[in-house]
């Protein structure tokens, strides 16, 4: 077995850890101590390589995304109590923001709800109004944007 084999078996080895290990719910930084990594940055990188390779299902995200805010629960539950303590507010308030942004990202929440497009053609306004021109006559067509609140 040729070196660059020996290295490229090495990396695939370490990387099946690391995903054996983040479905575990272990965090980064213990997964990269686990693998002989200095940062749990290098771990991300990985999974971030990982997922991108295996394009996961639809179920394999669904736990992923399960278990992600599982954590969040966890780690968000540990940091209320540190809101009481003047010495450790600030930075609890900071990852607790933190936290909630990456929990809205990982379930959505971000997204605008409600959004309709309805896109009026010319030869559907020519009938409304009972043109008798040819749809050709009318020139261009219209969109209308709404957010749904008026329905």
Same mark, same amino acid.
């Given at each position: 077995? @040729?070196?660059?084999?020996a290295?490229?078996l090495d990396?695939?080895?370490?990387r099946?850890?690391?995903v054996?290990?983040a479905?575990?719910g272990? @965090?980064?930084r213990?997964?990269a101590?686990?693998?002989?990594?200095?940062?749990?940055q290098s771990?991300?990188?990985?999974?971030?390589?990982?997922?991108?390779?295996?394009?996961p299902?639809t179920?394999?995200t669904e736990d992923?995304?399960?278990?992600q805010?599982?954590q =969040?629960?966890l780690?968000l539950?540990?940091?209320?109590?540190m809101l009481?303590d003047a010495?450790?507010?600030l @930075?609890?308030v900071?990852? =607790?923001?933190k936290?909630?942004?990456r929990?809205?990202?990982l379930?959505?929440?971000?997204?605008?709800q409600g959004?309709?497009?309805?896109?009026?053609?010319?030869?559907?306004?020519?009938?409304?109004?009972?043109?008798?021109?040819?749809?050709?006559a =009318?020139?261009?067509?219209?969109?209308e944007?709404?957010?749904?609140?008026?329905e």
């Amino acid at each position: 077995m @040729s070196a660059a084999t020996a290295v490229d078996l090495d990396q695939a080895e370490k990387r099946a850890k690391i995903v054996e290990l983040a479905r575990q719910g272990q @965090s980064y930084r213990t997964i990269a101590g686990a693998v002989g990594y200095a940062s749990p940055q290098s771990v991300a990188n990985r999974l971030r390589e990982h997922f991108d390779e295996i394009r996961p299902s639809t179920e394999v995200t669904e736990d992923l995304r399960s278990l992600q805010g599982e954590q =969040i629960a966890l780690m968000l539950e540990k940091l209320w109590p540190m809101l009481d303590d003047a010495d450790l507010r600030l @930075s609890a308030v900071d990852r =607790i923001v933190k936290l909630h942004d990456r929990q809205a990202r990982l379930f959505g929440l971000d997204l605008q709800q409600g959004v309709r497009v309805t896109v009026v053609t010319a030869e559907a306004l020519a009938s409304y109004l009972g043109w008798d021109a040819e749809p050709e006559a =009318i020139e261009g067509s219209a969109v209308e944007l709404t957010d749904g609140s008026n329905e």
